[in-house]
């Protein structure tokens, strides 16, 4: 069984790879920043989820956020985020976002290439980190490998995956953020290097915001 140290010690040395996306952009980086551009980030407050070196925690700081708090299990990547993606209004934290508790609610809540690292067995906790720490009015964001893509690289390029990489349908996130109050705002499904979805993009509102949206 995978224990929450291998993990840490895997993103620890992941480090080497992550580094590489600080001197020459990551695409899937570039649509990522396209879909928080979707979003009015000035002057909100974020809760960045498994941010790595800070790539997205930065951009979302110089899109205006007041504060933006992100979160990874790795020690090494905060260490390199807090070096390499420093803001003054971003606090780096080095823990296990399905553990901690902020005492802190925020307007927007991230899990950008993330959620796919969540094993099933304790996604419910994820569901109990986003109930923890949203306010009325609350957004999620979310981007994730497409479910079909996963299972493909599973099974052709195995090498690729981390060492924990779930594949989620869309159909399946639906249903769970369904089920923590939240509804699909806007849906994107992308493909990076071939014509078909390898990526899917979704923004969440809370279903009471989308009726005052309808005017219900």
């Not at 927007?108 to 690292?117: G, K």
């Not at 509804?183 to 915001?209: C, H, K, N």
Request: hydrophobic share 40%; aromatic share 12%.
């Amino acid at each position: 069984m995978t224990t929450e140290n291998d993990v840490r010690q895997y993103y620890d040395a992941f480090v080497m790879r992550l580094k590489q996306d600080h001197a020459h952009e990551n695409p899937r980086h570039r649509k990522i920043k396209e879909g928080l551009d979707r979003l009015q980030l000035d002057g909100k407050t974020v809760l960045d989820i498994g941010c790595g070196t800070g790539i997205t925690s930065r951009y979302i700081a110089e899109r205006g956020a007041k504060r933006v708090v992100a979160v990874d299990l790795s020690p090494v990547l905060i260490d390199f985020a807090r070096e390499h993606s420093w803001n003054a209004v971003i606090e780096y934290r080095a823990e296990n976002a399905l553990t901690m508790s902020l005492d802190e609610q925020f307007d927007i809540i991230v899990f950008a290439d993330c959620f796919e690292h969540f094993p099933r067995h304790e996604i419910e906790r994820v569901r109990r980190l986003i109930k923890r720490h949203e306010k009325p009015g609350t957004l999620i964001f979310l981007n994730i490998p497409d479910g079909r893509y996963q299972d493909r690289v599973r099974k052709t390029r195995p090498q690729l995956m981390q060492i924990i990489d779930e594949s989620y349908s869309l159909e399946w996130l639906v249903r769970f953020f369904d089920l923590a109050g939240y509804t699909p705002f806007r849906i994107d499904m992308y493909g990076l290097d071939v014509p078909a979805p390898q990526y899917t993009s979704v923004i969440f509102v809370q279903e009471t915001a989308l009726n005052e949206f309808y005017g219900g």
